[in-house]
């Protein structure tokens, strides 16, 4: 390519290095990831196990760039996260006290585009951050405040398993123990942040081609890039608060203590300091979209589907990957697709085969949409250590019907 920027940056004429991850991936996600790292901005990538289309950067993509954030490359849903709780309640809970359990989840969470705690929102020290960081917030924070503790559609989900331990860790001994699971991220306000930066982004660079236009960036030491990362920061906190607040009412409605949690952001940007292809070691900006933080000894969480394990991971820090895991066992059917393909009377079989009682969810959740889990937890051994596995036992999503947000 022989194109030049307006700002006198060349567009690359080759990509900046990356590094692929699984045997399965499909070409129009590789095609994003070349070119994500054909962008001037862009200093190194990693394509995930996982990997599925996105907008501009494919889900699982991680990319490294200089002084510089694309919000499509964090994602349309800023900051969605998982979080698991270790309960001090019995495994066996899960069979005898399922009517408990079941109650819990129905009556502390709720589901679905809008959703939301009306007149009785719930209570976080989220409420009292500077929301006034970007209009965009300002104007949505009393939205925010009434969906805090909600999950949305699409594949947010909330439910019980059981967690296996094979050796003694997370501060427990080994063994089995009941667990809470939840996958959510910043609701209707973080999708607002997205939309408007995301466009904002574009306006700034019409020079892109259409191939590379959802890439659009903002400079950090502009005032648009500082105040979208400060929005983005906020969205951070706002997503932590969403979980912190369904497992609060959760173990409080069943007088019940958690022993351990672990949880991480899989839809954000980092300023991190890396070891680069070229050998430099500098700050970058590391996008991680739908893409697990995995430095040296840092804990995480791989879900499955509702229908196979997740795993609880210990990152080994690997440069090679910008210190980057997968973050779920990744589409390989469409949501339009699997409404035409799949039947709930199958769903519903692979369910009472596995022991999973579903609460509710789209079709378009179906196992049989994403890809094998443990075949991507082999693919990327050399990035992360297997800790736990959690086997979801009571599963709860967004009702047939509902509009996906991610």
Not at 323 to 341: D, I, L
Request: charged share 25%; net charge neutral; hydrophobic share 40%.
């Amino acid at each position: 390519m022989t194109a030049t920027w307006p700002d006198n940056r060349p567009w690359r004429s080759e990509p900046v290095p990356w590094k692929r991850w699984g045997d399965d991936l499909d070409a129009q996600s590789v095609q994003q990831m070349e070119n994500a790292c054909l962008l001037p901005v862009s200093l190194a990538g990693a394509l995930m196990p996982d990997a599925h289309v996105g907008y501009g950067l494919p889900i699982g993509g991680v990319l490294a760039t200089e002084n510089a954030v694309i919000p499509y490359a964090v994602g349309v849903d800023i900051a969605c996260r998982v979080k698991l709780t270790v309960l001090d309640m019995p495994v066996e809970s899960l069979a005898t006290g399922q009517k408990r359990l079941v109650d819990a989840i129905n009556r502390e969470t709720k589901f679905g585009v809008g959703s939301n705690w009306g007149k009785r929102p719930r209570e976080h020290e989220v409420v009292g951050a500077d929301w006034s960081v970007s209009p965009v917030t300002a104007e949505m924070r009393e939205k925010a405040i009434a969906q805090l503790g909600t999950s949305g559609s699409g594949n947010h989900f909330v439910e019980f398993g059981e967690l296996t331990l094979a050796r003694d860790d997370l501060g427990l001994k080994a063994g089995t123990y009941l667990a809470l699971l939840s996958h959510s991220g910043s609701r209707g306000v973080g999708a607002a942040v997205a939309s408007h930066y995301s466009k904002l982004a574009m306006r700034m660079h019409p020079e892109l081609p259409s191939e590379l236009k959802r890439l659009a960036w903002l400079d950090l030491d502009t005032d648009a890039g500082r105040e979208y990362w400060a929005a983005m920061e906020l969205m951070g906190e706002y997503a932590s608060a969403n979980h912190a607040v369904i497992h609060r009412e959760i173990l409080r409605h069943l007088g019940a203590t958690a022993l351990a949690q672990v949880e991480n952001h899989h839809n954000f940007a980092w300023k991190e300091t890396h070891t680069l292809p070229d050998g430099s070691r500098r700050e970058v900006v590391v996008h991680r979209k739908g893409a697990t933080p995995a430095s040296k000894g840092a804990l995480g969480v791989i879900p499955g589907s509702m229908a196979a394990p997740g795993y609880i991971v210990r990152g080994k820090g690997s440069e090679a990957s910008l210190q980057s895991c997968a973050h779920g066992a990744g589409r390989v059917m469409s949501r339009t697709a699997a409404k035409r393909k799949l039947h709930w009377l199958d769903v519903h079989a692979q369910l009472k085969k596995r022991g999973v009682k579903l609460l509710s969810a789209g079709i378009d959740e179906a196992p049989d949409v994403y890809k094998n889990i443990d075949t991507v937890m082999a693919s990327q051994s050399d990035l992360v250590e297997t800790v736990a596995r959690f086997d979801p036992r009571i599963v709860k999503m967004a009702p047939a019907g509902e509009k996906a947000e991610d």
